[in-house]
């Protein structure tokens, strides 16, 4: 809009915001993996409604634990292969690493992505990070973020160029 002043020449700009409508349907479009099975564990309750309400609204398999003992209870009695697992870096009880650690190690997840509101580099554990390869989503983030994010891991793992998991061991990448 143009405005007409005694000093002059006024334009005044209007843009729609976003709603959460709009962030939904463009993480819905990014989904490409809809038929593989999901874990999310965060001990932060609406943290993990969330997580689990956007993947399954993408069309994934979710399954959710507040724990990390539990996560490992479920995994063992899953009927199908865990593609993906979404873990809180830091949690009581079990911390994240070392769920992904057991994970790992047992065979009962294929990539992951560690979550936390801390900077990564504060986060990285040396001895977790050359065993194991792994992403980073920071926190908070929004639904977008969260599902290009597990697109991004999904693709990776379909690379057998190199690594299982789709890159030189030691290497992360951070979204």
């Known amino acids: 809009m143009k405005y007409d002043t005694p000093m002059g020449i006024v334009w005044a700009f209007?843009?729609?915001?976003?709603?959460?409508?709009?962030?939904?349907?463009?993480?819905?479009?990014?989904?490409?993996h809809e038929s593989e099975t999901m874990l999310v564990v965060d001990d932060d309750r609406l943290v993990l409604s969330v997580c689990t309400s956007v993947l399954k609204r993408a069309g994934y398999n979710v399954l959710s634990a507040e724990d990390g003992y539990t996560a490992l209870e479920m995994c063992k009695a899953?009927?199908?292969?865990?593609?993906?697992?979404?873990?809180?870096?830091?949690?009581?009880?079990?911390?994240?690493h070392e769920l992904l650690d057991c994970l790992a190690s047992c065979?009962?997840?294929?990539?992951f992505i560690l979550m936390s509101g801390y900077a990564e580099n504060e986060l990285a554990h040396p001895a977790l990070r050359k065993k194991w390869i792994y992403s980073f989503l920071r926190k908070p983030f929004t639904p977008s973020a969260l599902l290009?994010?597990?697109?991004?891991?999904?693709?990776?793992?379909?690379?057998?160029?190199r690594t299982p998991a789709g890159r030189e061991p030691g290497k992360a990448s951070v979204a």
């Open 148 to 161: 290009e994010a597990v697109k991004r891991e999904l693709d990776a793992h379909t690379d057998t160029a």
């Open 107 to 111: 065979k009962l997840a294929l990539r």
């Open 14 to 32: 209007f843009w729609r915001r976003p709603t959460i409508a709009d962030t939904y349907s463009r993480a819905e479009s990014v989904c490409l």
């Open 78 to 96: 899953a009927r199908s292969p865990i593609h993906l697992a979404l873990l809180d870096f830091q949690m009581p009880k079990m911390s994240g």
